[in-house]
């Protein structure tokens, strides 16, 4: 049975809790961590890069020169692709880089990131942060209490706005709802810190 061990405010530990295996105690598969991140890059590009093609660049409606007699190549445009200034051939256009992954991989990458936050002891469940207004010295104390170095991801329920207000200052540190929990802030944090609350929604989603 995965368990981990509440603590509370104060830095001290509480009772145990028991985790769903099937969620805590997988066999990691890089391949799916790699997939369902690569998926979450990709949906976060705008995909608004541009050039100017030959029916969009400005100028360019006079002939340089003659067509002969020069000696040079004959030229109909300055703006012809081969010009310091014209278009631009097969250039980039605004595209949408997003895609999709299967539901079974999406589930296999979060349950193999939550086995391996769960096995490195970098998942922190604390049984009530206590914090009821908007106050970043009470979030910085409860992480100095409970060791917390680094970048540490605070994963919240949606009632905790003095939670998020309170901890987005703090440099390293992330608030993030649960509802909004993705695998590239899981990978990106040395640690992730929630509520008994929240494990059981993560377990509910992801079971």
Avoid at 74 to 89: F, K, L, N
Avoid at 100 to 105: D, F, L, S
Avoid at 176 to 195: E, K, M, P, Q, S
Wanted: aromatic letters at 6%.
């Amino acid at each position: 049975m995965a368990t981990v061990t509440v603590r509370k405010a104060d830095g001290s530990t509480g009772q145990t809790l028991e985790l769903n295996e099937a969620v805590f105690a997988v066999e990691p598969n890089p391949h799916c961590v790699r997939q369902a991140l690569t998926q979450y890059l990709a949906n976060q590009r705008r995909g608004t890069h541009a050039t100017r093609t030959r029916g969009r660049v400005s100028g360019g409606g006079k002939k340089p020169y003659r067509q002969k007699g020069t000696g040079r190549a004959r030229q109909g445009s300055t703006r012809a692709t081969q010009w310091r200034g014209g278009a631009i051939v097969f250039g980039p256009q605004p595209r949408d880089y997003s895609f999709r992954i299967n539901r079974k991989v999406r589930r296999n990458a979060f349950c193999s990131i939550f086995s391996e936050l769960l096995a490195g002891g970098r998942l922190v469940v604390i049984d009530d942060f206590g914090v009821t207004a908007p106050k970043t010295r009470q979030v910085a104390d409860l992480l100095r209490r409970l060791q917390l170095e680094g970048k540490v991801l605070i994963v919240t329920n949606a009632t905790d706005e003095p939670l998020a207000l309170s901890a987005r200052n703090i440099p390293g540190v992330t608030p993030i709802n649960a509802d909004n929990l993705n695998v590239y802030d899981l990978l990106y944090h040395d640690w992730v810190l929630t509520t008994p609350d929240v494990v059981k929604r993560v377990e509910a989603t992801y079971q």
